[in-house]
């Protein structure tokens, strides 16, 4: 006799509450638990790059820049999901909780290979139901390519920058410099 598959889910506070105690961080896919991997070198210096820039800019305003330990919150009829995002900008003054974010104006994920193809289907498709988003960033890692997303009216507008493009977000009225994006990893992408 065969065994019937088992369905474990867990709930969201379940999810929530064992993510605050885990020394491996997880994002969550309605009542499944996605186990997140580590980033490379060059990784880190684009999202680091980022980040800086970003959060330097927006000194002295209500947004916040946060880097990969914060999560955002997707939560929809049909959809529950908590992801990590790489860089993630939110101007909400009133955030309902100290752990995720719901109300991002700016959401950027750096691509690695095990990764490219969610980030660019499934977390656009998720991240594009978020009625507060502006824009969203994929940014290759191993060349100097960066898919910008903006959101306007239930539509999706992708434009694609690269070399010596300047990348002008919205969200937060911050142009930069492709290059400038890639300096810390210059040698490798732009060879």
């Not at 306007?152 to 290059?179: A, C, H, P, R």
Request: glycine content about 4%.
């Amino acid at each position: 006799m065969a065994l019937a598959p088992v369905d474990i889910r867990i709930s969201s506070e379940e999810y929530l509450k064992g993510e605050n105690s885990s020394e491996v961080k997880h994002e969550y896919d309605n009542g499944y638990i996605v186990a997140m991997v580590g980033a490379s070198r060059n990784h880190n210096l684009i999202a680091l790059t980022l980040a800086s820039a970003i959060k330097q800019h927006t000194k002295g305003t209500p947004c916040r820049t946060y880097i990969s330990d914060m999560k955002v919150r997707i939560q929809t009829q049909s959809n529950d999901l908590f992801y990590y995002p790489d860089v993630m900008v939110s101007c909400d003054e009133k955030p309902s909780s100290e752990y995720y974010e719901e109300k991002p104006v700016l959401i950027i994920e750096v691509l690695s290979p095990s990764t490219e193809t969610r980030d660019k289907l499934e977390k656009l498709t998720a991240y594009s139901s978020i009625s507060s988003l502006v824009e969203y960033l994929t940014v290759a890692q191993d060349k100097a390519e960066i898919n910008h997303y903006s959101m306007s009216e239930g539509s999706v507008f992708m434009t694609q920058y690269q070399d010596d493009d300047l990348i002008t977000l919205s969200s937060i009225n911050l142009t930069l410099s492709v290059k400038d994006i890639y300096a810390d990893v210059a040698g490798k992408v732009f060879e």
